[in-house]
DNA sequence: CCGTTACTGCGTAGAGGACAAGCAGTTGAG
DNA sequence: CTCAACTGCTTGTCCTCTACGCAGTAACGG
């Protein structure tokens, strides 16, 4: 039997009932609040025990009584940027529509804190809002011939993917927010800068072309067709079961 | 006309040809070299400016010399730990064989240095061999009807998916290494002890039944069949197509 | 052949980060 | 009431990345 993290007991309202000193002055979801309002303002690199500590009325070391570290400080922040699922699946849907949905308000969360992606994680969270996400995931795929393990591994390949999708598109600057710094197609452009064509071929036949559409399209469409990859494959596994 | 910055140049040889002062003393590939090895050992945290400099042989600040940032740093050590595709495609091969052989391939790589996956980057890496690998693995593509940009999609769907199934089995402690600190199974274990089977019906179904196998077993099975549904679904893609 | 010049690696030093440890005040339990 | 637990605060340590100025070296231009 593992005890869990402090922050873990605090993020599920586990607490002891009978508590004995002073209130705490904060909840973790107001400090969770002020850390992601500091990265959303001022991107991940900002959020620092002190920045988050005088958001909140603290001094540095007070945070400590929440959290044991700044891992456990980005757990927090996760659960409350993704907050918990608000979605509803019609009784009539299928897995297909179900599992579409899921992945784009999953997307959506993401692309609202785009911080999200880049936090280091040294284990998949255990916060209340991650494991209510996973488990609409998992729901989903209710009205499918899968096994438990199959639904679990097929959510976890869209999941992933799909961030990573969402990583790779603001890495390229191709996400909505305009950087004036680094001007858009600079990436690009580096890249052409070095992959010649007799070298590299496919490369240098894909870079061009990518770049052709519009670049807000970009992203929407670069989704639609990766996420018609997972649902295809899906889709043959279930043929093939049932 | 952007310019390279530095450690681009010197990781693609690209200096100019008229040097004025002493030759440097070390390579990109040294100092990267370097890195990957403190990283191989005691992990990526204990990767810095100080620890990877007095490696080679040098003062920290020695080090900016060949990198302009850390972050510059990660990418050489990206490109050292990776290294070039070693990867010939029989041309008799179809494109199914070539991908997972190349997806394989690069999570070879990834299994050796797992601090891989976690490595903080700001722009997708522009070095030598990951442009090696990107252009390998759109080769695997060559004989489908796709288009360039479809094919790139295909590709980049099938690496963000495998890195991450590498970061989520190593932060779950199932990769082969065995560390004696964390016991195995103690991150399901307490999955086990928040996902209450009434709140959670679809999780609490599914976390007892991905631990029934064997643990190095684990990962392959879920590698073969996270492949599978990308691969299915790029199967389905070029029936649709041709 | 000799200055000029670009380039090398080194040493100093500073700002900011995550925490460890100990302290005074507050609240509930016995 | 008394005690013990719990609060947030203060102080201080160690480590990080990196800006800046330095002395020596090797090639280039004359």
Redesign the interface.
Same mark, same amino acid.
């Given at each position: 039997?593992?005890d %869990?993290p402090r922050y *873990?007991q605090l993020l599920?309202g586990r607490e002891p009932a009978g508590r004995r000193g002073p209130r705490p002055g904060r909840t973790i979801h107001e400090i969770g609040a002020a850390a992601v309002a500091i990265a959303d303002e001022n991107g991940l690199e900002a959020v620092s025990m002190k920045s988050v500590a005088t958001a909140v009325g603290f001094t540095t070391m007070s945070l400590y009584r929440y959290v044991d570290s700044k891992d456990e400080l980005y757990a927090v922040m996760l659960d409350v940027a993704y907050g918990p699922p608000d979605l509803r699946f019609r009784p009539e849907s299928a897995w297909r529509e179900r599992l579409t949905a899921w992945a784009r308000r999953i997307t959506e969360r993401r692309l609202a804190h785009p911080w999200i992606v880049?936090v280091?994680?040294? =284990?998949?969270p255990?916060s209340p809002s991650m +494991?209510?996400w996973?488990?609409c995931g998992?729901?989903a795929l209710?009205d499918t011939p899968l096994?438990?393990? &199959?639904?679990?591994? =097929?959510m *976890? =390949?869209i999941? $992933?993917?799909g961030?990573?999708?969402v990583r790779?598109t603001i &890495?390229?600057g191709l996400s909505g927010e305009i950087d004036p710094d680094s001007p858009q197609g600079?990436?690009l452009? %580096? +890249?052409g800068?070095?992959?010649e064509a007799d070298r590299?071929?496919? *490369?240098a036949? =894909?870079g061009p !072309?990518?770049l052709d559409g519009d670049e807000a399209a970009f992203f929407e469409e !670069?989704f639609a067709? $990766?996420l018609? *990859?997972? %649902?295809?494959? +899906?889709?043959? %596994?279930i043929a093939r079961q049932s």
């Open positions: 039997m593992t %869990l *873990l599920w880049e280091p994680l040294a =284990a998949p255990l +494991i209510a996973m488990e998992l729901a209710d096994t438990s393990q &199959q639904r679990l591994s =097929a *976890l =390949a999941d $992933g993917w961030q990573n999708h790779q &890495q390229m600079a990436y452009q %580096l +890249i800068q070095l992959v590299f071929p496919h *490369l036949s =894909a !072309e990518a !670069e067709y $990766g018609g *990859l997972l %649902l295809d494959g +899906i889709a043959a %596994l």
